[in-house]
């Protein structure tokens, strides 16, 4: 008997009923003794917070902070906390030998264990602890979801028969194997890969991209090429015969394989957005810049340090964002708008006869530089003088009672990096405010709290920006002290926003988005693969997930692309080049507006409203690519000729 | 001499082939191949029907029309009186393709699970049947090895097993000693005669003239996508201008004093053309190699000699006397009672009428055909003309003479045979 017939045999011994009902209660029995044993024994009764200050000093914890972690490390709910912890470890573990892992679960934990325990042995740094842990979890996590998947397609119908038979092949077959071991090995790396030496809040988004969006990558690739493979390598191998011989409409083999095939992306999602999640949430409890210890910060006179603020206020948050609104007057339909819109014709058709007005898009290209030219010369501050920006919508916020947080950028001068900037920042409502004063760096993002009573009770709030500031001359006289060169202020940086939601849950809504364009791009594979060979399939199916990723590039791009020489004659070929990139852009803009990752890296809400919108249109596009899957598969012979001709 | 035979002459169609053609056409839509050319047979039930021919002769192709993995260009084909496309009567059909097309990463306990469930089979009857069937086929101790480590004959048997999955009540057979051994080749043939013995409609498609001809009740030969012949294997195969006297061991003078009755019989036109010993068949020399190595326990790490069928299979098995009351049933209760759909094939009620007028007929002398069904083993193995004039046979067991029909290619019979691996005159045949 080789390795393999002996793992083999020992699979089905912890799939016996006799194992499961005989380690459960040994399991049980270990953690209750374990408990017991821990508040019999155990100095659950030292009061933590005094270990602290043994260790830091008494003056490092200010009176907040004392509070805070009175409250945290209270020993009643630490107390309770160990029995929740043991209670969640017993239902997990159970969970696990019911079905049918339990012996997989401990030959994981044991080679982890003894993996990590030599690599410390030899003193190998945490990296290497890092990727045992995180392999042995994340691989855990992934049989555990697995089995689950498998059970719950146990039902003795051919659907479920097939579903399974994928998720069977996707952990047998080298091309899937190769696939969901370079998303284990890489997201058990990836915490190792972080500069520890960068603010905390960088490195949570550094991780939230890498981890969140590049495993949405990874999963996108394993999908479609397995999607392909499944379907497509059954027919070329002839396996299909036997499958579509026996009692199984086309319609149910389908849906079977996609049920399979979208699975497995969602069992992989699961895994991973539980892996960002736990680490984002372990690196939450690390140390920030400016902390003796995670939370305790090392200036006194301050309650949180920098770096945690804009960790919790700004990334670890599920915002609501509101734009800074323009004038009435900057807008496609005023009046005046349309006025300058035939200014500016009559000025183009001076200097360019072959101008064409009844181009649509032309039109279109024209009214939109003019509005961006608008809307440029109204967020630039000529020095001394002052704009004020409206935000509305506000209304919730205010009830709330929740800070909000400005963010803007200067632009001035070339953006000289060592140059700082003189401002001051007016903010209320109509009726009443107050300013603040700042230097700043030119050329990237700042932020500053706004408490919530500078909101009116129209829900409007006003931000004013003076380029310059007034200065304190004594008796309450102030002298207006302008910056020597004109300011603007890009609209992308120009915003408030305010926290309307736990990060936990945005993560939870950022990974169904993420699946929701995983199942469809399964539809897309398993479509591909009914009726083209292997590699003409994945071709097609990787050209739409690309055009599908860029969609909002291709669209911006598309509007720049110039279609006619300078002699006004048209280029045919890039005509055709500019209509199809259209649709195609037009034709995927909601796929590619699904980005949830860049909204979860830069803390803002991802609205259940979207999420439901997407996921609905999604769904039909799923299914009418199934449709389609199936009306192609009716309409094709299985078998070919296989004679002499 | 199974009492199939008879029963399907008088029984519906269970697959019914009118004119049907099939051309493959290339990426131009030219013509490039003629696979099937106006094809038309019928497959009663309760028979064991033989499709033969040379490879490339359409009888795969035939067969993929049938299961519905091919669309036929033109003619028509139904399946228990429904088209191919038709997934309901998918649950009554076994297939058993020319080769082996089975998932390498599972094994074949889950491969005959995944089969079963395709099938919906309750989990306790998959679970008893696959059982019964790895037994069957001789891979139970290497049940949990993937099938992808598996010879080509270990693959079969597999393939084998899951045909039987669902207990079908027609099964296709495609080649299906292709990469067996003489014992798995004997035991396929041995499972076809036990599964024609109980009623079961097997579909037989073979190059290999010998298992055929141990098997079939009745056959067409193919050649280029057309019939060449069709019939019994006696109706085609049997010489009438000779006949061979089998008796013990004989000395030269009473060899001779024979061959002078003959003469003087025949008035000397007549003689002993040859006497010979018979020879044992290469196969029945193997088997019995094999019977007694297992009998002294040597190993082997391939399949295993069961030779037991699986007992799901023979759940409808019925004693001699059984079967006989229900056929004389049949035949008193005429076409209306019998619980197959009706084919809609051209002409299929002319023969209707006529396989009726033949159950009445042989109603009429249900005496002899309880007798025969009781001594099925005497029929089938003597050879006894005399019984065999009075008992009505099974085509392929019929010893009366019949003329060779008149649309039988002599030539493609003949470079047949020439391939055939038996055919020995002394060869027992249908060896029940």
Redesign the interface.
């Known amino acids: 008997m080789n390795w393999t017939d002996r793992f083999a045999a020992l699979d089905r011994v912890q799939k016996t009923q006799g194992f499961k009902i005989a380690a459960s209660i040994a399991y049980a029995l270990i953690v209750i003794g374990a408990l017991a044993a821990y508040f019999v024994a155990g100095d659950v009764g030292q009061d933590p917070l005094q270990l602290l200050t043994e260790r830091f000093g008494d003056q490092s914890i200010n009176e907040s902070n004392r509070r805070a972690l009175e409250t945290i490390l209270d020993p009643a709910s630490f107390r309770l906390t160990i029995l929740v912890g043991a209670a969640s470890v017993l239902a997990i573990s159970l969970a696990w030998i019911w079905l049918g892992i339990g012996l997989t679960f401990i030959g994981l934990k044991l080679s982890a264990g003894l993996i990590a325990g030599a690599a410390y042995f030899f003193g190998a740094g945490d990296l290497w602890l890092y990727l045992v842990g995180g392999i042995a979890a994340l691989t855990g996590a992934f049989v555990a979801l697995l089995e689950g998947l498998r059970a719950l397609l146990s039902p003795h119908v051919p659907v479920c028969a097939i579903a399974r038979n994928v998720l069977a092949e996707a952990v047998r077959m080298r091309l899937s194997i190769v696939f969901i071991i370079l998303l284990i090995f890489g997201m058990a790396a990836l915490p190792g890969l972080l500069d520890s030496d960068q603010p905390l809040r960088y490195r949570v988004q550094s991780f939230i991209t890498w981890g969140s969006g590049g495993s949405f990558w990874i999963i996108a690739l394993l999908t479609i090429s397995f999607g392909v493979s499944t379907v497509a390598s059954e027919q070329r191998a002839k396996i299909i015969w036997q499958t579509m011989t026996k009692p199984v409409p086309t319609w149910q083999y389908i849906l079977g394989k996609w049920i399979g095939v979208a699975g497995l992306a969602a069992v992989l999602t699961l895994v991973c957005s539980t892996g960002v999640f736990l680490f984002t949430s372990y690196l939450q409890n690390t140390r920030a810049i400016g902390e003796i210890t995670p939370y305790v910060t090392a200036d006194p006179t301050m309650d949180v340090s920098e770096d945690r603020l804009l960790l919790e206020t700004r990334v670890l948050t599920a915002r609501v964002a509101k734009d800074a609104e323009l004038p009435s007057y900057i807008s496609l339909d005023s009046p005046e708008f349309q006025q300058a819109i035939d200014e500016r014709e009559k000025a183009e058709q001076l200097t360019n006869p072959t101008f064409d007005f009844s181009n649509p898009r032309l039109r279109r290209k024209l009214e939109n530089d003019l509005l961006q030219d608008q809307i440029n010369a109204y967020r630039a501050i000529p020095p001394g003088d002052n704009r004020f920006f409206r935000f509305s919508g506000l209304g919730d916020a205010r009830e709330q009672g929740k800070p909000l947080t400005l963010t803007y950028r200067i632009d001035a001068d070339g953006n000289p990096p060592d140059k700082f900037y003189n401002i001051q920042i007016a903010f209320g409502s109509t009726t009443g405010g107050q300013s603040v004063k700042r230097t700043v760096g030119l050329g990237y993002l700042h932020h500053l709290t706004v408490p919530p009573s500078a909101i009116g009770e129209d829900g409007v709030l006003m931000v004013g920006f003076l380029n310059g500031q007034y200065i304190n001359v004594g008796n309450n006289s102030f002298v207006s002290a302008p910056a020597q060169t004109t300011m603007s202020m890009p609209g992308e940086g120009m915003k408030v926003s305010y926290p309307a939601g736990d990060w936990r849950l945005n993560h939870l809504r950022s990974g169904f988005v993420q699946w929701t364009k995983l199942a469809f791009l399964a539809a897309v594979a398993v479509c591909a693969g009914s009726f083209l060979s292997f590699p003409v399939a994945s071709l097609l199916s990787f050209s739409i997930f690309i055009v599908g990723e860029s969609s909002r590039f291709l669209g911006t791009a598309e509007e720049y692309f110039q279609y006619k020489d300078r002699q006004g004659n048209i280029i045919l070929y890039k005509l055709f080049t500019a209509r199809f990139t259209d649709a195609i852009a037009d034709l995927f803009s909601l796929y590619g507006g699904l980005d949830a990752t860049d909204l979860v890296v830069d803390g803002y809400l991802i609205l259940w409203t979207d999420v439901g919108r997407g996921s609905i249109v999604l769904g039909v596009l799923t299914s009418l690519t199934l449709a389609a899957a199936v009306f192609a598969m009716k309409r094709k012979e299985l078998a070919i000729y296989s004679g002499n001709a | 001499m199974p009492a199939a035979g008879s029963a399907a002459s008088s029984a519906k169609p269970v697959c019914a082939c009118q004119r049907l053609s099939k051309t493959?056409k290339d990426f131009w839509l030219r013509e490039?191949?003629r696979?099937v050319d106006e094809v038309s047979f019928e497959i009663r039930q309760g028979e064991v029907f033989g499709l033969l021919g040379p490879?490339?002769s359409?009888k795969?192709?035939t067969i993929?029309i049938i299961?519905?993995?091919?669309?036929p260009s033109g003619g028509r084909v139904a399946v228990f009186g429904k088209p191919p496309s038709d997934?309901?009567t998918?649950?009554r059909?076994g297939?058993l393709?020319e080769?082996s097309?089975?998932?390498g990463?599972?094994?074949a306990r889950?491969t005959l699970d995944?089969?079963?469930?395709?099938?919906?089979?309750?989990?306790k009857i998959?679970e008893q049947r696959i059982d019964e069937l790895l037994e069957m086929v001789g891979l139970t101790h290497v049940q949990?090895?993937?099938v992808r480590d598996y010879s080509k004959g270990m693959q079969r048997r597999i393939g084998i097993a899951?045909a039987l999955i669902?207990d079908p009540d027609f099964l296709i057979l495609d080649e299906p000693t292709t990469g067996l051994d003489p014992i798995g080749t004997r035991q396929v043939k041995d499972l076809i005669l036990e599964l024609g013995r109980r009623g079961k409609t097997i579909l037989l498609s073979s190059h290999l003239l010998a298992d055929v001809e141990d098997v079939v009740d009745r056959m067409v030969i193919l050649y280029g996508g057309k019939i060449r012949g069709e019939g019994t294997c006696d109706e085609l195969l049997m010489s009438m201008s000779k006949t061979t006297i089998e008796t013990d061991a004989l000395d030269d003078e009473t060899i001779a004093e024979i061959d002078e009755v003959i003469r003087r019989r025949t008035g000397g036109e007549h003689a002993i053309g040859r006497v010979s010993h018979p020879r044992q068949k290469l196969e029945e020399l193997f088997l019995s190699i094999v019977e007694k190595a297992q009998r002294e326990r040597s190993e082997t790490a391939g399949a295993v000699h069961s030779g037991n069928t699986a007992a799901f299979l023979k759940a409808d098995e019925q004693t001699s006397e059984e079967r006989a009351e229900a056929l004389i049933s049949d035949l008193v209760a005429g076409d209306d009672e019998t619980p197959l759909a009706p084919m809609a094939v051209e002409g299929q009620e002319a023969e209707e009428q006529a396989a009726a007028a033949e159950a009445q007929a042989e109603a009429a002398s249900s005496d002899a055909v309880i007798a025969d069904l009781m001594g099925e083993s005497t029929a089938t193995g003597d050879g006894n003309p005399a019984d065999d004039q009075s008992a009505p046979q099974a085509p392929a067991d019929r010893s009366e003479s019949k003329p060779l029909p008149a649309d039988v290619d002599l030539d493609v019979i003949g470079s047949l045979v020439d391939e055939s691996a038996g055919g020995d005159d002394d060869e027992e045949r249908r060896g029940s």
């Open positions: 493959f490039r191949a696979a490879n490339g359409g795969s192709t993929k299961l519905g993995l091919l669309k997934v309901k998918k649950k059909i297939y393709p080769e097309y089975l998932y990463f599972l094994n889950e995944y089969y079963g469930k395709l099938f919906e089979l309750d989990g998959r949990h090895r993937p899951q669902n």
